[in-house]
């Protein structure tokens, strides 16, 4: 393939990127600092076509292409790893169940609200206190249909924005028995009675995106609100995660690029023996494997995110980017801080906060654990 972007993408790149370092880098500090989401960035994100990336111009989103979206994800990622998560968490998990597997009733109810920036966001609940990698066998959460109303019981854990969010799209077993038919998913508006959203989890990083553990108690949604059949819970969300993959790679992406930046920046300036750091090898090579790796983990991503656009399938290379890029970000982000000796240790300085923030993309959206089974099985598979 031709890994050259086109000038619409260019552009677009251009146009986030000037947006997050206006509105978003700025502010990453204080919303670590404070835990605080940053909503007055959000808000502006609508009319740029942010929050609707994988929506339809006809609800109000932006449609961009698969390596459109990644790109924005990573501009997010190098400005602030927390409003990244958030928007990636909307984008990829919230919105994407919606427009993939949503009618046009439900995608019309639901999405214009959520991407013009003018509402709250959306966010998808499948992790439970019992059962994170392990979906299929561990969904506890039920819900029964009881004349035309689905009745939900059950918890959820780590809920990124649904405090945030207008609704929750859940994942709940329908049927008993763990088979791969068992499983459906439900769109659950967050203001529905019986829903219950804990205070956010206190978290090493990304602590301007909250998540939380939900409640269910005999919540009660009416059947339209089922996506898609009954029963293909599984199917659909394996299929929404393997795009928030891309996501998780392009967010890990851009917090390595920031990292990377800071360190180069910083190897110029300071001095030690007489000479600015940025004269010894032992800095070079790590400036070096920095951006050799960011190079290969970016076109990883964008890779995926073009077998998608062009209908092919990418499952198998979404999880390989999304694992060579979140480790190489840790790699990345920790070597910057190396390269800062104990400023980087300080909270002074922004790598600190990278270091921590990167540390989630090794699991969220499936473990590297998990990435690396997909990959083998995709692999033994082949003919
Ligand atoms: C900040 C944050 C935000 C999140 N946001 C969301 C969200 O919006 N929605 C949502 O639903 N979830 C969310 N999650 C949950 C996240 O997706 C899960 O934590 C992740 O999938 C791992 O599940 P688990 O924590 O239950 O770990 P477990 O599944 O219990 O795994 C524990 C360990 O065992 C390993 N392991 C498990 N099975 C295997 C296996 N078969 N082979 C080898 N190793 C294995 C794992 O790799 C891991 O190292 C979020 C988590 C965090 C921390």
């Known amino acids: 393939m031709d890994f050259d972007l086109n000038d619409e993408q260019r552009m677009w790149r251009t146009a986030v990127h000037d947006f997050v370092a206006r509105e978003v880098k700025p ?18 994100m609508g009319p740029l076509g942010l929050l609707g990336l994988n929506v339809d111009e ?13 790109i924005a994800i990573e501009e997010l990622g190098w400005g602030c790893g927390s409003t990244a998560l958030a928007i990636s968490a909307h984008n990829g998990l919230g919105c994407a169940p919606l427009t993939l597997f949503g009618d046009p009733q439900q995608q019309q109810r639901f999405l214009p609200t959520v991407v013009s920036g003018r509402g709250g966001l959306a966010a998808l609940a499948l992790t439970e206190p019992g059962a994170g990698s392990d979906l299929r066998g561990g969904i506890s959460t039920r819900a029964v249909l009881q004349d035309g109303i689905w009745v939900i019981n059950g918890s ?97 992406v851009g917090l ?38 960011i190079h290969a983990a970016r076109l990883m991503v964008y890779h995926s995110a073009w077998l998608k656009s062009i209908g092919r399938s990418f499952a198998k ?47 969220g959206e499936g473990t590297s654990e998990i990435q690396r089974l997909v990959i083998a099985r995709a692999i033994l598979s082949e003919g």
């Open 27 to 44: 502010k990453a500090r204080q919303v670590d600092e404070e835990g605080a989401f940053n909503w007055e960035a959000v808000r502006k």
């Open 58 to 70: 006809a609800y109000g989103g932006a449609g961009v292409d698969p390596i459109s979206a990644a």
């Open 156 to 252: 959820k854990m780590w809920c990124t924005n649904a405090s945030l969010a207008e609704f929750i799209v859940t994942l709940v077993r329908t049927r008993s028995g763990e088979g791969s038919n068992s499983l459906s998913l439900l769109v659950v508006p967050k203001e529905t009675p019986g829903l219950h959203i804990s205070p956010p989890e206190k978290k090493m990083g990304l602590k301007g995106s909250p998540a939380h553990a939900l409640t269910f108690d005999n919540v009660r949604v009416p059947s339209e609100y089922l996506l898609g059949e009954e029963g293909q819970g599984l199917q659909q969300v394996l299929e929404v995660l393997n795009g928030g993959r891309i996501s998780i790679g392009a967010l890990a």
């Open 256 to 293: 390595a690029q920031s990292a990377f930046e800071e360190a180069v920046r910083y190897a110029r300036q300071r001095e030690a023996f007489g000479h600015p750091i940025a004269d010894f090898q032992a800095i070079q090579w790590m400036l070096a494997d920095a951006a050799t790796e």
């Open 317 to 363: 290379e979404a999880s390989m980017a999304k694992l060579f890029a979140s480790e190489m970000a840790e790699r990345v982000c920790r070597n910057a801080i190396q390269i800062h000796g104990g400023y980087g240790y300080s909270r002074e300085f922004p790598v600190e906060l990278t270091y921590r923030d990167a540390r989630l993309m090794t699991i």
